[in-house]
């Protein structure tokens, strides 16, 4: 079994930095796939950036050259850097790891951006 504890969030004014990071524990497969979504009150979950296990990433456009993801696979460990924020980036962020054909979620950890 799989588990995910993100921790990070809070309150932020735009323009500012947040870092987001989730832990993993459990049976971690070295070919595991680690992404971070987020999702805004009345809109859909969104998948924010994605990291495979050779270490490619890739990220929404809304977020391309803001935001950094990155991994510490000895730590099991996955990180958002997210700079210059905007408060259309407030939502609950969440981390997902894909591995074996099962998909596991964190519970998720709130971001706010307001001045």
């Known amino acids: 079994q799989v588990q995910l504890v993100e921790s990070g969030g809070g309150l932020v004014q735009p323009g500012g930095s947040l870092r987001l990071s989730c832990a993993a524990s459990g049976s971690i497969f070295s070919s595991a796939i680690m992404a971070w979504h987020r999702q805004a009150p009345g809109k859909q979950r969104e998948l924010v950036a994605i990291i495979r296990d050779g270490g490619s990433t890739s990220y929404a456009d809304s977020v391309k050259g803001r935001f950094t993801i990155s991994r510490d696979s000895a730590k099991n460990t996955v990180t958002l850097q997210m700079n210059s924020l905007k408060p259309e980036d407030t939502a609950v962020y969440y981390c997902?790891?894909?591995?074996?054909?099962?998909?596991?979620w964190g519970k998720g950890t709130l971001v706010t951006v307001s001045p």
């Open positions: 997902r790891l894909s591995q074996a054909y099962m998909d596991y």
